[in-house]
């Protein structure tokens, strides 16, 4: 390298010169320090979600039990005065509304506390596993009946760089997952309404 210097000015010149090193480490670092900055983003806004969930099913189970919601209303009706109230940061298409693709709402009454069930329904998909809708029901019940309300949503995620390789959940044709999983439950007697 030295032989090269002296014999070329120009490359002499070159070697010597610090006018690019700021823009040569900037170049470098952007981009992790940029997917650092929308992960960020995009945590906040998943987090977000979450809470706007939960406050949902809050909100509808609160109508439930107050009999402000009556036990003859459809899973559709239901279905949209939920996404009602998320649309904030959540769009409910009038297909997701019919079929649920991201959104899924399990109600149902119980004869006892006990009887509601305690953890998530996954399905076996080989070594992971994936929500398994298949018992979800629809039975808002009447006056002073127990009733469990779950909410499951899957939150798209881009910047999930990490979370694919830690986690058992995965769709169920296998493929990494690309959302993260929003779970908002709420168990409650019904009022003794009219």
Same mark, same amino acid.
């Given at each position: 390298?030295?032989?090269?210097?002296?014999?070329? #000015?120009?490359?002499?010149?070159?070697?010597?010169?610090?006018? %690019?090193?700021?823009?040569?480490?900037?170049?470098? &670092?952007?981009?992790?320090?940029?997917?650092?900055?929308?992960?960020?983003?995009?945590?906040?806004?998943?987090?977000?979600?979450?809470?706007?969930? !939960?406050?949902? !099913?809050?909100?509808?189970?609160?109508?439930?039990? !107050?009999?402000?919601?009556?036990?003859?209303? !459809?899973?559709?009706?239901?279905?949209?005065?939920?996404?009602?109230?998320?649309?904030? &940061?959540?769009?409910?298409?009038?297909?997701?509304?019919?079929?649920?693709?991201?959104?899924?709402?399990?109600?149902?009454?119980?004869?006892?506390?006990?009887?509601?069930?305690?953890?998530?329904?996954?399905?076996?998909? %080989?070594?992971?596993?994936?929500?398994?809708?298949?018992?979800?029901?629809?039975? #808002?019940? %009447?006056?002073?009946?127990?009733?469990?309300?779950?909410?499951?949503?899957?939150?798209?995620?881009?910047?999930?760089?990490?979370? #694919?390789?830690?986690?058992?959940?995965?769709?169920?044709?296998?493929?990494? #997952?690309?959302?993260?999983?929003?779970?908002?439950?709420?168990?409650?007697?019904?009022?003794?309404?009219?």
């Amino acid at each position: 390298m030295r032989s090269l210097v002296s014999k070329f #000015p120009l490359a002499r010149r070159f070697a010597r010169s610090r006018d %690019g090193t700021a823009a040569i480490e900037f170049a470098i &670092l952007a981009i992790p320090y940029f997917v650092v900055v929308f992960a960020i983003i995009e945590t906040f806004l998943a987090m977000m979600a979450e809470q706007l969930v !939960t406050n949902a !099913t809050d909100t509808m189970a609160r109508k439930l039990r !107050t009999g402000q919601i009556a036990s003859t209303i !459809t899973q559709e009706e239901f279905r949209k005065q939920f996404c009602a109230e998320v649309s904030i &940061l959540i769009t409910c298409s009038a297909e997701e509304i019919k079929t649920p693709k991201q959104l899924y709402i399990d109600l149902r009454q119980f004869s006892t506390f006990a009887a509601i069930p305690k953890t998530i329904p996954l399905v076996p998909n %080989g070594q992971y596993y994936d929500l398994d809708s298949s018992a979800f029901g629809f039975s #808002p019940g %009447g006056p002073v009946s127990i009733n469990m309300l779950r909410v499951y949503y899957r939150w798209p995620v881009i910047t999930d760089l990490v979370r #694919p390789y830690l986690t058992n959940i995965r769709p169920r044709d296998g493929s990494m #997952p690309s959302h993260f999983l929003i779970v908002a439950t709420d168990a409650f007697r019904n009022e003794a309404y009219q």
